[in-house]
């Protein structure tokens, strides 16, 4: 076990209950520039009992109420992403980490990774460095800098489909299919101007288009569904100090506060596969609130494009959860 994990992990003297409403985890809060990861260091006992390759489909089936009593309202915002850290399957990895919001578990989360580094470099158990963590998308690695900020290598990212036609109430419009982690439907340009003013407007069109998706049974590889919609419009570095605005819809419906960093993998590889970027250059995504991730590609020995996210995280809270049997929304509230 790597140094630290044991810390994570409870002592042995306080075996993991075997019935998660006894279940008390210690959990971190943070954001990620606005959007929030709650850091859940001891994990549920059903998941822990289940074979690491085993845990996503768990959680978005029948264990789905373990992630909703962690996230989502009334416990914290439905924004909020948790974390789960377990053992890693390799143990000169540090963690095994699993996402996920009130509506299920994702692939990965870059914001969520930033929050996790963080929040372990605040409880003295992640020194500055490059560190492995698995998730179910494969290995990520994180670097954190003394100055605080962190770096992710995120997982192979690729654009998939290009001017992909979805009929909207206001028309058809085309976008690219794309993966960064997650699966993603990108509008570029957007065709609503990227302004916090306009929040109910974006909000209603990448909903509109993500159902537009399904109905048409338009998904990622695999038959994936198409769970994030991400618009996109172009900035002047010079001018505004980025390369593009986003606005990213995530699967329960809230807007990522940040400027996602699965998506800006995938925006990433997208300007790559368009020839618009070279490794190594770096590019700047704004999110609508105004908050910002630096990154960059670099081309792996198989040809895949793998991004690197650079953002930073601050703790809100150290605290524990409490189940009790009588709340009537224990569960989160109704969906
Ligand atoms: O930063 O990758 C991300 C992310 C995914 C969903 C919310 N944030």
């Known amino acids: 076990m790597p140094p630290g994990l044991s810390r994570v992990a409870l002592p042995p003297e306080e075996?993991?209950?075997?019935?998660?409403?006894?279940?008390?985890p210690r959990v971190i809060d943070t954001h990620t520039l606005g959007e929030p990861t709650r850091v859940v260091l001891d994990p549920p006992p059903e998941l822990v009992a289940l074979a690491p390759e085993e845990?996503?489909?768990?959680l978005a089936g029948a264990l789905l109420p373990l992630a909703r009593r962690v996230v989502g309202e009334p416990r914290t915002s439905d924004a909020a992403v948790a974390a789960f850290l377990f053992p890693p399957a390799d143990p000169s990895h540090r963690a095994a980490l699993l996402f996920a919001n009130d509506v299920g578990p994702l692939r990965m989360c870059v914001h969520g990774m930033i929050g996790?580094?963080?929040?372990?470099?605040?409880?003295?158990?992640?020194?500055?460095?490059?560190?492995?963590?698995?998730?179910?998308?494969?290995?990520v690695r994180a670097t954190l800098f003394e100055e605080g900020?962190?770096?992710?290598?995120?997982?192979?990212?690729?654009?998939?489909?290009?001017?992909?036609?979805?009929?909207?109430?206001?028309?058809?419009?085309r976008g690219d299919i794309c993966f960064g982690g997650n699966w993603f439907f990108h509008l570029d340009p957007s065709p609503v101007a990227i302004e916090p003013g306009?929040?109910?407007?974006?909000?209603?069109?990448?909903?509109?288009?993500?159902?537009?998706?399904?109905?048409?049974?338009?998904?990622?590889?695999?038959?994936?569904?198409?769970?994030?919609?991400?618009?996109?419009?172009?900035?002047?570095?010079?001018?505004?100090?980025?390369?593009?605005?986003?606005f990213v819809l995530c699967p329960g419906g809230a807007y990522d506060r940040?400027?996602?960093?699965?998506?800006?993998?995938?925006?990433?590889?997208?300007?790559?596969?368009?020839?618009?970027?070279?490794?190594?250059?770096?590019?700047?995504?704004?999110?609508?609130?105004?908050?910002?991730?630096?990154?960059?590609?670099?081309?792996?020995?198989?040809g895949e494009i793998i991004p690197t996210i650079r953002g930073s995280a601050a703790v809100v809270a150290e605290l524990s959860l409490v189940f009790e049997d009588a709340d009537p929304y224990l569960d989160g509230l109704p969906r």
């Open 55 to 58: 845990r996503f489909g768990a």
């Open 149 to 173: 900020a962190v770096e992710v290598e995120n997982v192979a990212s690729r654009r998939v489909a290009t001017t992909v036609p979805v009929l909207t109430s206001g028309g058809p419009l």
């Open 116 to 139: 996790v580094a963080h929040a372990l470099n605040f409880r003295g158990e992640l020194d500055p460095g490059t560190h492995t963590f698995e998730t179910p998308a494969g290995l």
């Open 258 to 302: 940040s400027p996602c960093g699965t998506g800006m993998s995938a925006w990433l590889a997208r300007l790559h596969a368009r020839g618009r970027l070279d490794p190594g250059e770096i590019r700047i995504v704004e999110s609508v609130i105004g908050s910002r991730f630096s990154g960059r590609v670099s081309v792996n020995e198989a």
């Open 15 to 24: 075996p993991f209950v075997q019935n998660s409403r006894m279940w008390k």
């Open 198 to 246: 306009n929040l109910g407007a974006l909000l209603a069109l990448t909903r509109e288009v993500r159902l537009a998706l399904s109905e048409a049974g338009i998904t990622g590889d695999d038959e994936a569904e198409i769970d994030h919609v991400g618009l996109f419009e172009p900035r002047d570095r010079g001018e505004h100090g980025c390369d593009a605005r986003n």
